[in-house]
């Protein structure tokens, strides 16, 4: 059901272009995933979502298992059926709100017990777990729970973060038991190369289907984030599709491409877009400025999705100043439509040998 294709390496650069297939569709690498925290992109539907050029979502593990309910999910078919998104899926562990819910959560080697941010109530997430939760929801691609701890705390703390999850990445294989999803397994280490190789040395004799580089964009520079990109990547396996969590600003995209990397998540393109901030060509664009106040251009002359052909700058300001919902959704809708794009044109750079010629060309522009 899973086969990842290595279909072209640029000759410039590490990066490289390939097809992911999965029970629901293929995926173009590299390949972006808006955030569906909730099952749901916010805003957005999953018609706009596909007019985007959108591939696959995300969705969260930890906030499906509060509400509704991973077994209500179930039984109202899984995901798919669930949030009427017929293309893959991909949801996170909960890993992550290790690190973001810290002051919520009790650390074991055993779980994380988390206090619900909601009602106080307590979730214990296990690897086992955290398989079944991710099981009952359905998703094409599933993430072993794993330990993301902060850039900034000791070695010695991180060294541990990396063997309880390589002992929670055994767990989670012997508990997974769904074929038609592949468990990806999560590389931590911090910035630290020796830890970035011992939890590779960990996780691959355990022979996932594809891998994720965790603990990144999490307060550290870009500069220490590449740098471990540099020495992170090339020890995951070739054949298989290599995921960066949480990132990032569209020159992390380029960046991480250029590294190797074949999928990213975030959710900067909608969080940017609810807080009036458009991501184009030209650069990135604050539409509260009064000078888009009787500005008659399109958001971004050089895109074509339906918000930049539809509307123009004044109408989408006047959206934010009246406080209508409206402005949110279409700035989503964009910022989304933007991210797409940018990894279309890389994938046909990486095909012509031109991945350092884009990225040059992309750090010459505001954008970056």
Request: proline fraction near 7%.
């Amino acid at each position: 059901m899973f086969q990842y294709h290595l279909d072209h390496t640029d000759s410039s650069s590490w990066a490289r272009v390939g097809r992911w297939s999965t029970p629901h569709g293929v995926v173009d690498t590299p390949a972006f995933m808006p955030v569906g925290t909730l099952a749901s992109v916010k805003g957005l539907t999953p018609a706009q979502l596909r007019e985007a050029r959108v591939q696959k979502v995300l969705a969260n593990t930890y906030h499906l298992a509060l509400r509704p309910g991973s077994a209500v999910v179930a039984e109202l078919g899984g995901l798919h059926k669930f949030m009427n998104w017929d293309g893959p899926i991909l949801t996170d562990s909960g890993g992550f709100q290790v690190f973001s819910l810290a002051k919520l959560s009790k650390l074991t080697d055993d779980q994380v017990t988390f206090r619900s941010h909601l009602d106080g109530s307590l979730l214990e997430l296990s690897p086992e777990r955290a398989m079944k939760i991710q099981e009952e929801l359905g998703a094409d691609c599933i993430m072993c729970l794993d330990e993301c701890p902060p850039h900034d705390v000791a070695v010695d703390r991180i060294r541990q973060a990396v063997d309880r999850t390589t002992r929670w990445a055994k767990r989670c294989r012997e508990a997974h038991s769904r074929s038609d999803q592949a468990l990806f397994g999560i590389v931590q280490g911090g910035t630290h190369k020796e830890l970035r190789e011992r939890s590779a040395e960990g996780l691959l004799p355990l022979d996932f289907p594809g891998y994720a580089i965790g603990g990144l964009s999490v307060g550290e520079h870009p500069a220490e984030m590449y740098a471990t990109l540099d020495f992170t990547t090339p020890l995951l396996p070739t054949d298989r599709p290599r995921y960066l969590m949480g990132v990032g600003r569209p020159i992390d995209l380029v960046e991480g491409v250029l590294r190797g990397i074949d999928l990213f998540d975030c959710v900067m393109p909608t969080r940017n877009g609810r807080n009036a901030m458009a991501f184009t060509s030209q650069g990135p664009l604050r539409l509260r400025n009064l000078k888009f106040q009787r500005d008659p251009g399109p958001l971004d002359p050089a895109c074509d999705c339906p918000v930049c052909t539809q509307f123009s700058r004044a109408y989408l300001r006047h959206l934010f100043i009246a406080n209508e919902m409206l402005g949110p959704i279409l700035l989503s809708w964009h910022n989304i439509a933007y991210y797409q794009n940018l990894l279309r044109d890389l994938r046909v750079a990486i095909r012509d040998n031109r991945g350092a010629e884009f990225r040059q060309q992309f750090l010459s522009t505001p954008t970056a």
